[in-house]
């Protein structure tokens, strides 16, 4: 086995399997709540990372490229699931209150709706027009980003352990600002790289 093969299973062994963690306990929580659709819902993405995990350990033919579409497709999903999660939840507490949100405010959680919508969209795309999913991933993000730029901001990130322990909904919220940067960054990278490789079959043409 190569080095490089062994780098590449290096990584995809770190960011898998936190990955798998990570899902498995927001699965395990949400079943607790009785929230059972978010729960199927991060169950079949970690066993998305899970099954991309295995493929590339056992270097199937296509293993890379299988696991990449397994990979981004999980990445578009916890985001869809998280940042859809974090906007009804805090909707659902303005409306409670009688203080349904309007103006600026409210048309950033539409649109950041619509954002987790196309990210969901993306997840199923990315399988099998990898191309198009990293473009309506990144479209999905652009929409989302006014809000969560401003929920970002706002988090008081100092008091990290008391944020994710403690606060009432700041885990859902860090794994929602954090899933969808991740989720951007990676469509921008996997874009450009297309990008290139495009730019370079052309000019040896």
């Not at 062994?13 to 059972?36: K, R």
């Not at 991309?52 to 497709?73: D, E, K, P």
């Amino acid at each position: 086995m190569s080095r490089t093969t062994v780098w590449e299973l290096g990584w995809v062994l770190v960011l898998n399997g936190v990955a798998v963690l990570v899902l498995g306990s927001e699965a395990q929580d949400a079943f607790h709540a009785h929230a059972f659709v978010w729960a199927t819902g991060f169950a079949l993405v970690a066993s998305a990372y899970l099954l991309g995990l295995f493929v590339q350990i056992g270097q199937f033919r296509l293993a890379g490229s299988i696991n990449g579409r397994l990979r981004a497709g999980g990445v578009y999903l916890f985001a869809a699931l998280t940042t859809a999660l974090t906007v009804t939840d805090l909707m659902y507490e303005a409306d409670a209150v009688g203080r349904p949100f309007s103006g600026w405010p409210g048309a950033a959680c539409n649109a950041s709706l619509t954002g987790s919508l196309l990210l969901a969209v993306s997840f199923l795309t990315v399988l099998i027009k990898p191309g198009y999913g990293w473009a309506v991933a990144l479209v999905g993000t652009c929409l989302s980003w006014p809000y969560f730029a401003l929920l970002a901001w706002n988090l008081p990130w100092r008091d990290f352990v008391w944020l994710v322990t403690i606060h009432w909904d700041g885990r859902l919220q860090v794994a929602a600002v954090l899933s969808l940067a991740v989720a951007t960054a990676y469509s921008i990278f996997q874009l450009i790289t297309l990008t290139r490789i495009q730019t370079s079959r052309f000019k040896t043409q």
